[in-house]
Structures are given as structure tokens and as C-alpha cells.
């Protein structure tokens, strides 16, 4: 954590010009009536979206030592040798971010591909929650803190793998700072901190009570919010406490509300719209649809809001020779039925914090953290849809229908009309939060200092998932099985084909569909005592600090699923249980030592052990930092760190289940129709069964960590910080991923990629690809996909390397004080090799596989007169790879803008708008899966307008 003594050289005293600055980077109403941050945490600040600033007198003469992340030695006059960002919260409502997941997009070295509210697989594993991931390296490798705590995970796993911190139900209006450490930090902080770690702090001084809100709405409908907060507090000369209440309504936007995604007109990768498959029927002998007649799909076109009609397909129908192709294929479909879906979850939260201490002496303080939150959101990734299932629960859908002796194929999706709307479509999470941090603190003698705390943290949810009952929904459409035919050995049915084109009425619909509800939970409880000495000895070039910590708790978690999940009674369902915990114990240490007045090194080790089915995994990790000051305007500094974490424990205690997500079939498309675009292939997006368990095997990740810069200030307007950083993961633990498996395989099959470049069938990703993928051997779909098995291993090798660079900048002039902050993050590699012998990829290649940029950059500028404030702040984030894999698409640029105006100094009013200029996501012609944008990076919600107001009840102005 960091701190500098405050003196008047030329980067504290350029620090607290800056302090002038209201509506800069830190107002000036910030500065007043609270503690700033010194010099030394400025200097830790540099490379971040913000500066921090020195404070007028000493901390060390008012015996005040501060603290951020980064250390445990509260210490003044140094500062650590890794940059720390830190982004305070006038800098959160000067560039208008409206939640935690905004403010950290805006982070440089936040660039890793994450789930967003649209994304299928989120809505399927983890509804309604958000994640972070520093260096790109995994959601699961930053450390997330609250207050300095751990909180407890959220209890269902991030894309049904791993374990994962939720940031979304962080009460943005109650943070008083966010401190980012992007490097290796688990010999001070633990072995889960090999990517970074990230301290939410709330406010805990409050100087009166503090009413504000924040109403939004988005310009082009829908997404309309309301956010409330209230904090206050209360004092006498031994006791004080603090606390907040936040309310928050966050109403949803539809896809059908979003001219880009409401229909497949939108697709770029079609001359002409191709209807999705409402009403579908199709011939497994001939491979082509059975067309329903025009006069049939009329007399279903008021539903789907009245879009249903007869619609094609190009090359599903008959063989016609004298084109020497396929004809269309008939169905009856909508063009905007796709559109059914949120862009931005329903969400309706109350939290609240409290803190509060008693000084039973001058040198024992007893306290108390407490914060409990509750939300409920609600969000819809599609409608339902059926398909013959059988018992087994097999992707294969064909059936032998006596009634017309013939093997037969039925889909059908449900329309709004069946459903009586999205009430009974929408998935539902309520979320309940808790924790509590009992505690003692105090002092020994004049150096030394304590605290003994125990945190006991949990997250509950009801999660409820819509569902086809497959049994039931087989049984009215089909009818009851008759027996198996003998040719083929399918199962036998005497169905009507009406019966697939039949509306259902809304008794019918509720009579075969059900909410399969989840009651996960996760929590931890933790053990802590930590010693501290900013002096345990004195040096020539000054004392040496020294912290020591003892750790030692246990976390678990329980999915709780519905049990008839856990079977083949849903349709396209067959879920994994998951329960377990483990117990741990750490011992660490941390010296700095002044070498020279202007040379400082620091040193921390660390050791981890936990205990887990029967297993049990330590290490030793350490760290070390130099801190070099040639002169009052330069500072050279570098870090090396290794760390070690422990499996998650989902990777380790999931059970055995099967999903039967949609999948590409890479290899039929490249030999069965080589001249079509993935998205137009007909083996593009096809239901298969994902076969899936845990592994209590697995070995504990271990790494590397190297950081190295400078910070330079040339005059007291002017500083600018370059950071070159590495970190190397080695026995790295991921899932198999389903897509990357079925493109090996067709590479190892074909023999090359699809770039041209040579593959060795030999080579151990291919004999592992081509084990793990089942395709049928026999009857109508044979060699066609079947199953893909995943679990959980400890890959070989991931490694990524690049510069943070930042500048800040401040202008005094006689019409207003211009301030200016920017930050980019150049990643020069990142690299995957998953066995050894392989191939190393690179993750930023277009045809790696993988989604994530190079470069990440923001900007802000602002302009301060009196009372009087506006910024303009900007994002640029780079280019991505396309759909296709075989190119780039262009960087995006995202820019807000904020104006602020103190009516008195106890009323404040602020006016922002996001997305300035109603930027939509950067056009990708190759784009054919919905929504036609990279969801992982880009959503259409388009340009959107807050009006904030605060009313401070007592205590001094802002």
C-alpha cells in the first residue's frame, strides 16, 4: 500500500497545484474536509487514469500513516515500487460511470474478454453477474477486496468453469476510491493474486448526511434508471459510526428497441434477410426441409407480433439438376422474432455499509465493518425452443413417424402469443449479500501497531432458469411412443405434422414448460492478524518498516441445484452439481529498507497451504522492488514477483453433466461446402451434447511477474510514467473450450489451418481434439458431431508482456484551470501454448481464437472556473479480430462528456452524457451470429443522459 512524506519539491508541490483543480482530476472539493492521498501514492497513481495529490501538512507530523493497495506497511516518505491506479470518486461522477463494471472498462490493463449481459452464456451460468480480468489472464486471477476484505465468490461459476468475483453489486455511489494494482501480488495479499488486485473503498468519513440522486435515460428508449443514495454518520470523542443505503432501478432495453439488432436483416453476411426457424420441419433421408405450405404459415402470421410468413432458405431444399444445387428450403418463420431478447438486465438492488469503531484507549480501538445487499434481475437471451429429445437426452432429434412412414424431424420455437408474453420467459436471480468484520486494532509502543480481525463473507441467490420439459413437451406434440423401428432404430411415433404448425394456448404452454430453480451459495470466513513497524531499526538512510501477517480460514461453496436438472428431464439440459471447500493457512512478511537516500528496497515473502479433498498444495512466494531517486523529478522503480494459485474449487469438486449447447461443425463446413461463409454453412451453429466433470487431480498454477519503469516530472504542470510489465503463468488451469477443440480438429483432419499454415495430426492438441470430439458412426448423421467431452487441466504455458504509459498535465490561465489525464496500455504479446510440444499461439492473432486487443487507451480533459466544471473524457480500445478470424476490424472510440455546477455548497447538480456521439459497435461485414457485434466488447445502447443532484444535510460545503 502507498505513501510518501508530503514536501515541498516539485512533485508534491505540482501534486497540490493540481489540488486546485475542482473539476479536474480531483476537485478541490474532494481535497477539502477529508485526508488526501500524499506524494508517494500520487507517484503510485501516475500510471493510472488519475492523479492523487499531496496534502498541504505532514502525515507524519500529525502521526497519520495511509495506506493503499500495493503494501501492508502503513508507511510516509517512500513509495512502492509497483504503480497502483487510483480512481477516486469525483473522478467517478465527473466521467459518468453509472456502475463498477463501467468504471473498470475505462481501467488500461482491464483487457481481458469478459461476459456481458447479452451474452448466452452468462444468461445460461451466471445471470446478472459481471466480471473483471486484468492482463487478460482469466476473471478468476484478480483479486477483488472490499474495504481490504475478501468477499465471497459468486456461487455459480463464470461460463460454467471457474470461480469469479461479481463486481455489479458493488454500490458505486458508496465507493470513495478504487485502487488497481496490475502485477503479482500474492506473497503480500495471497495466492489468488497473480493478476492483480483491485480494493473497492467506501466511504468511512462522512461530515454531515449526504442525499443523492441519479436519474438516466437512453435516447433511443428503454434502459431508464434511478439510483438513490443516502449517507450519513455520527461521532463522539471515542465512538463513530458511518453508514449508507443505496437504492437502484435499472430498467431493461430490448433488442427489438435497437435498429442494429432488431431483425436478421441486420446480418451483414446475407444479401437478403433469411427468416429464423419458427415452424421447421425437416427430412433427415433427403437433407432438405418439408415445406408447410404458404397457406399454412399464413394462418400463423399474427404470431411473433404478427412477422410469422413463408419464408426460404437458400440450398435446404430439393436438388434441382438443371442448376446442378439445392433449391430454397420452405418454413415458416419471422424476421424479428431474434429480437426477443435483453440488451441491459431488468435490475432492482438495496444495499447498504456501515462501519463503526470504539477507542477504548489511546492505543486500542475496537471496530466493526458490516454490509448486506440485495438485487433482483431479471434478463431474457432468447425464447424457448423445442425438439424431439429422447431419454438419453441425444442431440440426435430424428423420429420415424407412422404417420406418413418416414424418419422425420420436428423443431419449433415458442412465440409470445404461446408464452403470454416474456413474464415466463425471463431468467430471475435474486441475490443476497453479506458480510462482517469484527475486529481490534491498536498500538504496542510508540512503533509498533496491530490488528486482529475475523471476516465472515457470503453471496445466496435464487436463481430461476425457464425450461422445456421434454417429456411432456414430446408427449403433446408427438403423441405417446409406439415402439422402435427396426431399419433404423429410431424411435416410433404416429404424429400429425398439424400438430407441429398448431399454436399453443397459454395452458398448453405453461402445461410443458417449468422454472428449474437453483439455490446456489458460496462464503468465506477468514482469520487475520497483522503487525506493523514503519521503524523496527534505523538505517543511515533512514528507519526500516516491517509488517508481518498470520492468515488462516476456509471457503466453500454449493450449487444447489434443482435436482431434475441434474437428469435428462429438461430439454437441451443435463446440469453438474458442484459442492465443496477447502481450509487455509498463510504466514507472511514484508521489509523496506532505505539503502541510500536515494535507493529503497522492498521485500515480501509469503506461505500459502490449503487443503482439499484429500490434497494438500503450499508454496512459497515472494517479491521483491528498488525504488530509485536520482534526482526530485524522477523516480525508477522495478518489481519481480512469483505466485501460486490453488485449482478453483468448481474446476475441482464439479460433478458429471451434460449441456447441449450449439456448436460450429468446422470441419463438415470446410470439406462440405468449403465456398460458404462459417455463418451461412449448414453445419454452422448445430445442437451437440457437452460432456463435462471436474478434476481433483489438478496441480496449482504458478508465476512470474516483472515490472520496470519510471515517472518523470519536468516542471509542476507536466508528469508522465512509462511501466513495462510480464507476467508468465506456467500449469495455468482452464476448461477445454468446445469451439477451440472443433477448430483443432478440423485443422488436425485437413491438415492445415484455415490461413494455409501446416498441422501435424500427430501433434498432441490434435490426438487430444480428435479423442475429445464423437461424431456418429452410423445412420442418417453419420460422421456428424455428436459430443464434445471438456474438463478442467493445467495447460502449459500463458504469458503476456507490455507497457503502461501515462501522462498528466495542468494549465492555469485566467478564463479557468485545464487539466488533462491519459493512459495506454500496449500489450507487445500475449501468448498460449496448452501442451507441451505444441505450437505457441499467439492470443493476438486474428485467427488465434481468442478476442482480445492490443491496445486500450483513455483520455480525459476538464475545465474548471468557480463553480463551475466540464469534462470530456474518451476510450479507444483496438482492434479486434473479426468473425471469420482471417482479419481485423478497426479500433472503437467511446467518448463521454459532464458538466457540473455547484448552486450552493451544500447542492450540487450534474448533467452527463455517454456516448456522445451515439457511436454504434465497430461494423464487422463478416458478423453472421446475432446480435452482428462482438457482445464481449461493444453493446447498442447507444447515447445515453444522467442528472445527478446532491444535497448535503450539515457538516461543511463541498
Excluded at 421447421?280 to 404458404?294: F, H, K, Q, S, T
Excluded at 426460404?312 to 422474432?337: M, Q
Excluded at 504458478?702 to 508468465?728: C, E, I, M
Aim: charge should be negative; proline fraction near 5%; include cysteine.
Amino acid at each position: 500500500m502507498c505513501t510518501v512524506a508530503v514536501q515541498q519539491a516539485p512533485l508534491a508541490m505540482a501534486r497540490a497545484g493540481l489540488a486546485g483543480n475542482r473539476g479536474g482530476i480531483m476537485g478541490s472539493h474532494q481535497f477539502r474536509g477529508r485526508r488526501a492521498l500524499s506524494l508517494g501514492c500520487a507517484l503510485a497513481a501516475l500510471a493510472a487514469p488519475q492523479a492523487v495529490f499531496a496534502q498541504d501538512s505532514d502525515p507524519q507530523e500529525n502521526g497519520d500513516a495511509i495506506v493503499v493497495t500495493g503494501s501492508r506497511i502503513p508507511r510516509v516518505a517512500t513509495e512502492g515500487p509497483a504503480p497502483v491506479t487510483v480512481i477516486d470518486s469525483a473522478m467517478i461522477r465527473e466521467n459518468g460511470y453509472a456502475s463498477v463494471p463501467d468504471i473498470l472498462r475505462a481501467v488500461t490493463q482491464n483487457g481481458g474478454e469478459t461476459q456481458s449481459q447479452q451474452s448466452f452464456s452468462g444468461a445460461s451460468f451466471t445471470p446478472g453477474a459481471q466480471q473483471v480480468d486484468l492482463r487478460g489472464l482469466g476473471p478468476n486471477h484478480t483479486l477483488v477486496l472490499v474495504n481490504g476484505r475478501r468477499i465471497a465468490d459468486f456461487p455459480l461459476p463464470f461460463q460454467g468453469r471457474s470461480n469469479f468475483t461479481d463486481i455489479s453489486n458493488i454500490p458505486v455511489s458508496m465507493i470513495e476510491q478504487v485502487e488497481v494494482l496490475s502485477g503479482s501480488a500474492s506473497a503480500i495479499y495471497g495466492s489468488d493474486a497473480i493478476a492483480g488486485v483491485i480494493n473497492f473503498k467506501l466511504k468511512d468519513k462522512v461530515d454531515g448526511t449526504t442525499i443523492d440522486y441519479r436519474h438516466g435515460r437512453t435516447e433511443h428508449g428503454g434502459g431508464a434508471s434511478h439510483r438513490l443514495a443516502v449517507t450519513s454518520g455520527w461521532s463522539t470523542d471515542r465512538f463513530h459510526v458511518v453508514g449508507g443505503v443505496e437504492y437502484l432501478l435499472q430498467r431493461p432495453i430490448w433488442a427489438y428497441d435497437r435498429r442494429i439488432q432488431d431483425s436478421v436483416a441486420d446480418n451483414p453476411t446475407t444479401p437478403s434477410p433469411i427468416a429464423r426457424r419458427t415452424f421447421l420441419r425437416y427430412d433427415p433421408d433427403a437433407d432438405e426441409y418439408v415445406d408447410p405450405g404458404a397457406a399454412t404459415c399464413a394462418g400463423l402470421s399474427y404470431l411473433n407480433g404478427g412477422s410469422t410468413y413463408h419464408a426460404t432458405r437458400p440450398r435446404y431444399g430439393a436438388y434441382d439438376p438443371d442448376l446442378d444445387d439445392y433449391g430454397p428450403g420452405y418454413f415458416c418463420g419471422s424476421d424479428t422474432s431474434i429480437g426477443y431478447g435483453t440488451v441491459i438486465s431488468r435490475r432492482e438492488g438495496f444495499n447498504s455499509f456501515a462501519s463503526a469503531g470504539y477507542e477504548i484507549s489511546d492505543a486500542l480501538e475496537l471496530f466493526v465493518d458490516a454490509q448486506f445487499g440485495i438485487s433482483k434481475v431479471a434478463l431474457m437471451p432468447d425464447v424457448l425452443e423445442w425438439g424431439f429429445q429422447d431419454a438419453s437426452g441425444s442431440s440426435d432429434t430424428t423420429f420415424y413417424n407412422a404417420f406418413d412412414e418416414r424418419l422425420d424431424d420436428w423443431y419449433r420455437q415458442f412465440t409470445p402469443e404461446e408464452s403470454g408474453g416474456f413474464g415466463q420467459v425471463k431468467t430471475r436471480n435474486r441475490q443476497t449479500t453479506f458480510s462482517v468484520t469484527p475486529g481490534v486494532r491498536g498500538t504496542l509502543s510508540d512503533k509498533w501497531a496491530y490488528e486482529v480481525s475475523f471476516n465472515h463473507s457470503e453471496y445466496r441467490a435464487k436463481v430461476e432458469f425457464p425450461e422445456v420439459i421434454a417429456a411432456k413437451a414430446n408427449a403433446l406434440f408427438l403423441g405417446p411412443q409406439t415402439g422402435s423401428d427396426e431399419g433404423s432404430g429410431y424411435p416410433v411415433f404416429d404424429a400429425d405434422p398439424a400438430r407441429l404448425y398448431t399454436p399453443l394456448t397459454q395452458a398448453e404452454y405453461a402445461g410443458i414448460t417449468a422454472y428449474s430453480v437453483y439455490r446456489p451459495k458460496s462464503w468465506t470466513d477468514n482469520l487475520s492478524a497483522t503487525v506493523t513497524n514503519t521503524a523496527l531499526f534505523d538505517l543511515p538512510a533512514g528507519p526500516v518498516g516491517f509488517a508481518a501477517v498470520a492468515e488462516g480460514g476456509k471457503q466453500g461453496y454449493d450449487l444447489n441445484p434443482d435436482p431434475l436438472a441434474l437428469t435428462d428431464y429438461y430439454y437441451g439440459l443435463k446440469d453438474s452439481d458442484g459442492h465443496g471447500s477447502r481450509s487455509h493457512w498463510a504466514l507472511g512478511g514484508e521489509l523496506r529498507v532505505p539503502i541510500t537516500s536515494f535507493l529503497q528496497a522492498s521485500g515480501a515473502a509469503r506461505y500459502d497451504s490449503y487443503r482439499f479433498a484429500g490434497n494438500t498444495i503450499g508454496k512459497f512466494t515472494y517479491n521483491g522492488g528498488l525504488e530509485l531517486r536520482p534526482m526530485r523529478s524522477l523516480l525508477l522503480r522495478a518489481a519481480y514477483g512469483t505466485g501460486f494459485r490453488a485449482p478453483d474449487l468448481h474446476y475441482v469438486f464439479t460433478g458429471p453433466g451434460n449441456t447441449h449447447p450449439s456448436a460450429t461443425d468446422y470441419y463438415q463446413c470446410r470439406t462440405q461446402e468449403p465456398d460458404e461463409d462459417i455463418g451461412d454453412c449448414s453445419y454452422s451453429d448445430e445442437g451437440i451434447v457437452a460432456r463435462r466433470t471436474g478434476n481433483r487431480t489438478l496441480k496449482p498454477e504458478t508465476s512470474k511477474s516483472l515490472n520496470a519503469g519510471f515517472v518523470w516530472q519536468p516542471s509542476r504542470h507536466f508528469d508522465v510514467s512509462v511501466d513495462y510489465f510480464r507476467v508468465s503463468l506456467a500449469n495455468q488451469v482452464q476448461d477445454l473450450s468446445i469451439d477451440q477443440l472443433l477448430r483443432d480438429e478440423a485443422d488436425c483432419r485437413i491438415g492445415e489451418t484455415t490461413a494455409g499454415s501446416a498441422v501435424d495430426i500427430n501433434s498432441p492438441t490434435c490426438q487430444d481434439a480428435i479423442a475429445r470430439v464423437q461424431r456418429y458412426a452410423s445412420g442418417v448423421n453419420e460422421g456428424e458431431l455428436d459430443a464434445v467431452s471438456v474438463n478442467p487441466i493445467n495447460i502449459a504455458h500463458e504469458k503476456t508482456s507490455g507497457i503502461d504509459v501515462a501522462i498528466h498535465g495542468n494549465l492555469p490561465t485566467d478564463f479557468g484551470l485545464f487539466a488533462l489525464t491519459a493512459s495506454h496500455t500496449h500489450v507487445f504479446k500475449h501468448s498460449f501454448r496448452q501442451y507441451p510440444g505444441d505450437p505457441t499461439i499467439n492470443k493476438l492473432a486474428y485467427d488465434s481464437g481468442y478476442d482480445i486487443p492490443r491496445d486500450k487507451s483513455t483520455a480525459s480533459l476538464t475545465w474548471s472556473l468557480e463553480q463551475l466544471s466540464w469534462t470530456l473524457s474518451g476510450t479507444r480500445l483496438g482492434k479486434l479480430p473479426n468473425y471469420d478470424e482471417d482479419a481485423y476490424i478497426k479500433a472503437s472510440y467511446l467518448f463521454n462528456t459532464s458538466v457540473q455546477y455547484d448552486f450552493t455548497d451544500h447542492l450540487r447538480g450534474s448533467l452527463t452524457v455517454t456516448n456522445l456521439f451515439d457511436k454504434n459497435p465497430v461494423k464487422d461485414a463478416t458478423y453472421a451470429s446475432y446480435p452482428y457485434y462482438d457482445i464481449s466488447w461493444f453493446d447498442s445502447v447507444g447515447r445515453s443522459i444522467y442528472l445527478e443532484m446532491t444535497w448535503k444535510l450539515g457538516g461543511a460545503g463541498f
